[in-house]
């Protein structure tokens, strides 16, 4: 199982270009998530998914488009990018829904910076 | 917004030393869960300890959880030069909607 992967692992965006960061997970997850990390803070959610053709906001949704047409992908979409969403975007996703208890698996992260 | 707080902030001990790494939380929660990020990668569970279990042990790794004072602490015994990392507690709410609550972290390094 190649488990959680993200692409790309950089980008370099001017402000107000969009683009799509991709996730997929090779595992039948149910829950699929995407956080932002920014330096000395934890993650904060953006956008979850409980299952195909679910998706929900996050703590941080603004600017940010999500879709899940499989129960394998959800890739994360930047409308219009702007300098504060300069950050290290993981995706992540587990088993369970109900009550989170198995722990989440995280993709390697990609790293954005918008000019 | 942020539940659970990490302390200390960063911790820096020899090797062989036990570390010891502390986690506060405001609401009631299903469980609490540890993570462990080496630098610039994805995080990964390390143990998950219930609401209603007071102590929970993998490897060289003791989690414990007090409710009444809402706060968790994660033991690494005889520490390795490879346990240098990031450590993160995560929160399930029990009326989280599915999201986890994460603290900020705590950075250990271990000194060979």
């Known amino acids: 199982n190649a488990g959680v992967t993200q692409t790309p692992k950089f980008q370099v965006l001017k402000t107000g270009q969009s683009m799509t960061l991709q996730c997929a997970q090779d595992?039948?997850?149910?829950?699929m998530s995407w956080y932002r990390q920014d330096p000395g803070m934890g993650l904060r959610l953006i956008h979850y998914s409980v299952g195909a053709g679910i998706t929900d906001q996050g703590e941080v949704p603004n600017g940010y488009n999500v879709s899940r047409s499989t129960t394998e992908d959800f890739p994360l979409r930047l409308l219009s990018a702007a300098p504060s969403q300069t950050s290290v975007y993981f995706c992540?996703?587990?088993?369970?829904?109900?009550?989170?208890?198995?722990?989440?698996?995280f993709g390697p992260g990609t790293r954005l910076t918008v000019l | 917004s942020q539940q659970g707080e990490e302390d200390p902030q960063a911790l820096s001990i020899q090797e062989g030393e036990n570390a010891t790494m502390n986690c506060s939380y405001k609401?009631?929660?299903?469980?609490l869960q540890w993570y462990r990020q080496n630098s610039g990668r994805g995080l990964v569970h390390l143990i998950l300890i219930r609401s209603n279990e007071r102590e929970k042990h993998s490897g060289r790794l003791r989690v414990t959880l007090d409710t009444s004072k809402k706060s968790s602490s994660l033991l690494i015994t005889a520490s390795r030069a490879a346990d240098t990392a990031s450590y993160f507690c995560?929160?399930?709410?029990?009326?989280?909607?599915?999201?986890?609550?994460w603290g900020a972290g705590t950075k250990l390094i271990i000194k060979p």
């Open positions: 609401t009631s929660i299903n469980n």
């Open positions: 992540a996703s587990s088993y369970s829904v109900g009550t989170m208890e198995d722990g989440q698996f």
């Open positions: 595992m039948n997850h149910e829950y």
């Open positions: 995560a929160t399930d709410e029990e009326d989280s909607n599915y999201q986890l609550i």
